[in-house]
């Protein structure tokens, strides 16, 4: 299994360019999310999914946009993208068993906005 | 607002003493707890998960949870070079995981 995968590993944007960030699991994993990761700070939950065609916002959704439908893909949209959107970017999955259920990190996209 | 706040440090021991980190949470309906090592330039990993009052261990590592205060802790005994790192807690509510800031850790050789 390849877990979390994530592209691109880069990417430097001009303000008001837009992207999407992908992320692919191959766990079968029915949660997935997106987080944020400012220098020095902790992870900001942006938006996540219980499962394919259902997505509800994190802490801080503002300027960005998810779409899941397929179980294995979630990617991340950004619309004109923002200097505050500078940040390295984390997708995560976790299954549901009924127990505590691990999160498993991407390797994360570092995205810097100029 | 479902708030996990920690010491951001930063913390220091010396090798083969006792850290603790601490965690505490704002959300009474959190349900399970997470302790996560993140080295500089990497994803996080899990160390510990808790859900019932009380200690878990797992190795050098031993969790505490008490729900009635809301607070977490990590104790990392016989602490290593190698666990310096920054240690992020973490409360899932519902389908909802929230992250603290972070506690940087350094274990002085």
């Known amino acids: 299994n390849a877990g979390v995968t994530q592209t691109p590993k880069f990417r430097i944007l001009k303000i008001g360019q837009s992207m999407t960030l992908q992320c692919a699991q191959d766990?079968?994993?029915?949660?997935m999310y997106w987080y944020r990761q400012d220098p020095g700070m902790g992870l900001k939950l942006i938006y996540y999914?219980?499962?394919?065609?259902?997505?509800d916002k994190g802490e801080v959704p503002n300027g960005y946009n998810v779409s899941r439908s397929t179980t294995e893909d979630f990617p991340l949209r950004l619309e004109l993208a923002a200097p505050s959107q500078t940040s390295v970017y984390f997708c995560?999955?976790?299954?549901?068993?009924?127990?505590?259920?691990?999160?498993?990190f991407g390797p994360g996209t570092r995205l810097t906005v100029l | 607002q479902k708030e996990v706040e920690q010491n951001s440090g930063p913390l220091s021991v010396p090798e083969g003493a006792i850290a603790s980190l601490n965690c505490t949470y704002s959300?009474?309906?959190?349900?399970?707890f997470f302790w996560y090592r993140q080295y500089s330039g990497k994803s996080p990993e899990l160390i510990m998960s808790?859900?019932?009052?009380g200690d878990k261990e797992d190795g050098r590592f031993t969790a505490q949870l008490n729900k009635a205060s809301q607070y977490v802790s990590l104790l990392i005994r016989d602490s290593q070079p190698s666990d310096s790192a920054t240690y992020l807690c973490?409360?899932?509510?519902?389908?909802?995981?929230?992250f603290g800031a972070g506690t940087r850790l350094t274990v002085k050789p």
């Open positions: 995560a999955s976790r299954p549901w068993t009924g127990g505590i259920d691990e999160q498993f």
């Open positions: 766990m079968n994993h029915n949660y």
């Open positions: 999914s219980v499962g394919a065609g259902i997505t």
């Open positions: 959300d009474r309906g959190s349900q399970s």
């Open positions: 808790i859900y019932s009052n």
């Open positions: 973490a409360a899932l509510t519902n389908n909802d995981m929230r």
